[in-house]
């Protein structure tokens, strides 16, 4: 009973305008976030995803139409924000893949130790982007 007390840990509230900016995310909680992000985004061009697919596959006709709008643009849409958006939703759907089975991979295995998930955090962000990027050129016409 002679031992001194050991002192409570202090707890006091976050100020949004002095703490959040200084505040430094953890990769494993930037994945997640980004994850939502992703499929967010996904939902949101989900007509556009829609459109591509039936104009790619109905006819050769709507192919050409498909082709075009990349090549030309569409509407009013100049070809290199039609490839821009594309590009968003490549590296979102990769993103979103990876973080899922990342996400799939610790809940089956119960592996969640802080390491582990900064780690696979990493590759997440890796693989998403280094794909992206080669996907990125194939669709701007660099190879």
Do not use: C
């Amino acid at each position: 009973m002679n031992e001194p007390a050991q002192k409570r840990p202090e707890f006091r509230n976050i100020h949004l305008f002095s703490d959040i900016p200084t505040y430094r995310l953890p990769l494993a909680a930037l994945v997640s976030i980004l994850h939502r992000v992703s499929g967010l985004l996904m939902f949101l061009l989900l007509p556009l995803i829609i459109w591509l697919f039936d104009k790619s596959v109905s006819s050769e006709i709507s192919f050409g139409t498909f082709r075009a709008a990349f090549a030309s643009g569409l509407g009013i849409v100049p070809a290199w924000l039609l490839k821009l958006v594309v590009l968003a939703l490549i590296w979102s759907y990769l993103h979103h893949l990876f973080a899922g089975v990342r996400h799939l991979w610790m809940d089956v295995t119960h592996h969640t130790t802080k390491e582990f998930g900064r780690q696979t955090a990493l590759a997440t962000l890796v693989a998403a982007v280094v794909l992206t990027l080669a996907l990125g050129a194939k669709l701007f016409g660099l190879y």
